[in-house]
């Protein structure tokens, strides 16, 4: 990896899913960390079994520093959050804005957002990613129109005041918009071309 990038670090690799034997990887991770390759391992998409993740938690010796999860307006996850902030892991939300399974149309029509942006003179997605910088969050929305990606950056040109925030803090129901089971997830795991 670190060839084809022609450099001598990497400053963050992310063990993508708590599928297949996702110790034996994490230890790989740890070694890379150890040799320097690697500056900082994180989790990605272990919420869906907490199982797993507890289980990384137990064994690892070299803790996650960052953990990736469906979080947006609709589903904050607390909990989840709660237990990271408890071992001293950040928090990176994919989907902030809602994803591509409908969800980006679902919060950039909700009301409340809609009022804050007005008030603004600001975007739904604007008003979204600016909550995410405030609550301490990384979010990494996807975007290959430079119209858009100019938005994104324009999120730390204003503060989004107390008031406003727990109005986007009171929009959570835990509704998520990537709606695949753990079942699912480990059938794709276990898929063979041959299948």
């Known amino acids: 990896m670190l060839e084809r990038l022609d450099t ?6 992310y063990l ?21 390759k690697v500056r ?30 469906e979080l947006h307006p609709y589903a904050q996850r607390k909990e989840f959050r709660k ?8 928090i990176e939300g994919w989907y902030p804005l809602g994803g591509t399974h409908g969800g980006n149309d679902i919060l950039f029509r909700d009301p409340v957002i809609l009022e804050i942006a007005g008030r603004y003179g600001k975007t739904p997605a604007e008003i979204i990613l600016r909550w995410h910088v405030q609550e301490g969050f990384s979010a990494i929305p996807g975007s290959r129109n430079p119209a858009h990606i100019k938005q994104n950056i324009s999120v730390y040109s204003f503060t989004l005041s107390e008031s406003d925030m727990n109005k986007i803090r009171a929009l959570d129901s835990e ?3 990537f709606t695949s089971t753990w079942e699912e997830i480990q059938r794709f795991n276990d ?3 041959e299948d």
């Open 83 to 90: 237990k990271c902030a408890d071992n001293n892991i950040a």
């Open 8 to 13: 001598d670090y990497i400053d963050l690799v």
């Open 175 to 177: 509704k998520r918009f």
């Open 191 to 193: 898929w063979r071309p």
């Open 40 to 69: 900082a391992i994180g989790l990605s998409n272990f919420d869906v079994n907490e199982e797993r993740f507890n289980d990384v938690l137990a064994k690892a010796e070299i803790k996650p520093a960052i953990v990736q999860i």
């Open 16 to 36: 993508h899913q708590a599928v297949g034997d996702y110790m034996a990887g994490y230890r790989g991770l740890e070694e890379a960390v150890r040799q320097g």
